[in-house]
């Protein structure tokens, strides 16, 4: 039987646009959950600007009424635009294709228009030719120190091979090292709970400011004391070489994926071949997903009693080769289960088994 029966139904503007993307002042350093935030899924890459994207995948810190946007403005170069939540290059964005014949996506650049927050989007068939292709998006921006007990997030953004922003919830620090050609050190201090072991959830984004095809991914991940210790490996699709590249990774413990919490009240996390506080549920706690393999290079991760209202999902790619793992398409509700379809390809676009860090969120 099909995945798809299974599962039932799983179914110049840009220099306009960008050239204002300037810092406007931050919001205040108490902040204890994310300070701004949205997140979309691009159905139709098709679409003309500013198209409203659909309200089941979107949510944000923007007040009710205005919706998130987007449009193609090249072949597989879309923007998605935030309302009423820009803050300049800052913060963080991940993106995610949803694809099943291997496209895969990258950032190009956020920034702020006006009031808004723009995300810009490149995405590729497999080799690195731009295609057309639906994903997920998330970007958000965060400040100040959480308390002891109420989980933590951090992320760091890298370009030209030195760390260019980044956040902990902890205080502490978020270092990078450009150890190897296309390989990077990232240690986000003080973030896991308990000390050594591995906990909390990490993805990473690909990002090339001239649009060119990179991809990035998790290399390994580990735990050092209360660090969270992410080797970063980034690739060049065209020969799976690796690369140096620009990228955002964050990590995200008993929180959702965009930072906040409380609400949301409905978020999880899956990291395969890990277990323990890798697998974890709010709030159904450690170990509460589960997942399976549907095929060569295809699996489904079960989120049980998270889908609620508008929903967002991320996945990344774990191991030393030019692997990679997309969104098979559009996750599935069966009453308040979540069921996310997870497909990983070769560098060549064919199907692969590989591991894998999946993440998923509710608004509420």
Known sequence: MSLRLRLRHLAAVLAVVLAAALSI?????TAATADRFGFAYVDDPTVPLWTPLPAAYQ????APGPMATGG???PGRFLVRFPAIGLGSRGNAHVTAVAKDGRFC???RWGSSGADEIVDVQCFRPGGTPADTPFTVLWTVSSGILPAGVGAYA???VLSNVLAQSYNSTGAPVTVANVAVGIYDVRFRAVGAPPGVLSGNVQVTAQQPNAQPRRCKILR???AGLDAVVYVACHDPFTGARMNSDFTVSFHRERSVYASFGPPKHFGYLATPFAGPTNYSYPLGVGANGFGPTG???FVVKFPALHEKSTTAQVTAIGDDPSY???QELWAQFGSDAVLPVACFSNAGRPQDAPFSSTFSSSV
């Open 155 to 157: 992320s760091a953004q």
């Open 25 to 29: 002042t931050g919001a205040p350093a």
């Open 296 to 298: 060569p290079g295809t």
């Open 106 to 108: 990258e950032l190009v």
């Open 325 to 327: 793992c997309t969104i």
């Open 59 to 62: 949510f944000g810190s923007w």
């Open 221 to 223: 991940w580990g735990a």
């Open 72 to 74: 193609k403005v090249a």
